[in-house]
């Protein structure tokens, strides 16, 4: 079992930063792909980021790369998601996923375990 904790979201305006956190416990946090999604009121749950267990390969969304940034701390179980010059457009609730694979995915269905969501709304 993985257990997952967003932080961070929050309101904030267009241009602005926002950094994501995301505690994860349970298994070893260093031994699984992590990931980013976004849902937006009426849309699917999309995906943003994903890094592999060491941290060492990212993969991003081409509507955020650039943008966004994700990294992991394997010594706090914590990956975040750092999201600079913020558009309207990215308001949604994010949420993390771990992926007990070592591979990165853009398929929610590869990631086993979802934590509750942070909203992030952006406004112009």
């Known amino acids: 079992q993985v257990q997952l904790v967003e932080s961070g979201g929050g309101l904030v305006q267009a241009g602005d930063s926002l950094r994501l956190s995301c505690a994860a416990s349970?298994?070893?946090?260093?031994?699984?792909?992590m990931g980013w999604f976004r849902q937006a009121p009426g849309k699917e749950r999309d995906f943003v980021a994903s890094i592999t267990p060491s941290g060492g390969s990212t993969y991003y969304a081409d509507l955020v790369k650039g943008r966004f940034t994700i990294s992991r701390d394997n010594a706090k179980n914590t990956v975040y998601l750092q999201m600079n010059s913020l558009k309207p457009e990215d308001t949604a609730v994010y949420y993390c996923?771990?992926?007990?694979?070592?591979?990165?995915?853009?398929?929610?269905?590869?990631?086993?375990?979802w934590g509750q969501g942070t909203q992030v709304t952006v406004s112009s």
């Open positions: 996923a771990a992926n007990l694979g070592s591979y990165l995915s853009t398929f929610r269905s590869a990631y086993e375990y």
């Open positions: 349970g298994r070893p946090f260093s031994n699984y792909a």
